[in-house]
C-alpha cells in the first residue's frame, strides 16, 4: 500500500522484527484481496440485475472476449422481443388474418401511387359492410340473383376470386382483402372521393356522372327490388363511419 508507513516495534533481535513484519504484510494482503473480491462481486450483480443477457464482466484491465464472427451481441436482444400490440378502433374489428390482408394490399398499391391511411381503409370497410349485409360473411344468393357474402358482390364483380366462385363461400379474411383491393383501387382512381368510390360499389355506372344525377330514381331496370338512389345509398353508407 504505497505512502503507508509501517513502524515496527523494537525487538529483540533481528529473527523477531522479519517474522512481526511478515505477519503485517499478510494481514495487509488479506486486506486487500476482501476488497477486491467484494468490489468486484457487487459490479457483477449490478450489471447482471440490469441486463440478464450480459455476461459476469472481466476485471478491469483484463480484455474482453471477442463475440464469434456472425454470433448475436447482447445488443441484439432487445430486438429478438416480440411487442404484441392489440388492435384498437375500427382496426379491432377485423381478424388477424384480414388485417395481414389489409397490410399487404396496401404495400403493394403503394407501387402505383398515394394510398389511404389503415384507418381510412378500415372504416370505409367497415361501413359498407354494415350498410351491405349488417357484417353478415355468410349471405347467400337469392334467387335469380349471384349477390353474396358481407359485401354483396355479384359472380361477375368477385370473379372467382381466389378460386371461390360466390363471396359467401370464402373465408371472412378473403371476402375482405377482395374488399380492400377494391376499395384502394377505387380510391385511386377518383383521386380520394370516397363518395364516387362508394357510388361505384353500388352502381358503377354512375360513379363518373355528375353527383346532382344521383338523386335522381334510377331506369326501371333496376328497380326490381325497391334499390335507394345513388345518393341515398352514398348517405346510407357515410351513417356507419365510426
Not at 89 to 95: A, H, Q, V
Not at 159 to 182: E, H, I, L
Not at 226 to 237: F, G, H, K
Amino acid at each position: 500500500m504505497e505512502g503507508v508507513r509501517i513502524v515496527l516495534p523494537d525487538a529483540g533481535n533481528s529473527n523477531r522484527r522479519a517474522a512481526f513484519a511478515a505477519l503485517i504484510a499478510t494481514l495487509v494482503t488479506g486486506m486487500v484481496y476482501s476488497v477486491s473480491t467484494g468490489a468486484s462481486a457487487s459490479i457483477t450483480t449490478t450489471v447482471s440485475s440490469a441486463n440478464s443477457a450480459t455476461t459476469t464482466p472481466a476485471l478491469k484491465g483484463s480484455a474482453s472476449p471477442m463475440p464469434k464472427k456472425g454470433a448475436p451481441t447482447t445488443d441484439h436482444v432487445s430486438s429478438k422481443s416480440v411487442s404484441v400490440v392489440t388492435p384498437v378502433g375500427p382496426l379491432s374489428r377485423f381478424t388477424t388474418a384480414s388485417i395481414r390482408e389489409m397490410d399487404a394490399v396496401l404495400r403493394s398499391a403503394k407501387r402505383k401511387g398515394p394510398v389511404p391511411t389503415t384507418t381510412q381503409l378500415a372504416r370505409y370497410t367497415l361501413a359498407i359492410r354494415a350498410s351491405e349485409s349488417g357484417g353478415r360473411y355468410t349471405i347467400k344468393p337469392a334467387r335469380g340473383s349471384t349477390i353474396s357474402g358481407a359485401y354483396q358482390a355479384s359472380a361477375t364483380t368477385w370473379d372467382n376470386y381466389r378460386g371461390y366462385r360466390y363471396a359467401y363461400t370464402a373465408p371472412k379474411s378473403v371476402q375482405d382483402a377482395w374488399m380492400f383491393r377494391r376499395l384502394v383501387s377505387l380510391w385511386q382512381t377518383y383521386n380520394g372521393d370516397w363518395e364516387r368510390v362508394t357510388a361505384h360499389h353500388f352502381l358503377p355506372s354512375y360513379a363518373d356522372e355528375n353527383k346532382a344525377l344521383w338523386r335522381k330514381p334510377l331506369p326501371l331496370r333496376f328497380r326490381a327490388n325497391n334499390p335507394p338512389t345513388v345518393s341515398e345509398y352514398v348517405r346510407r353508407v357515410f351513417t356507419h363511419l365510426s
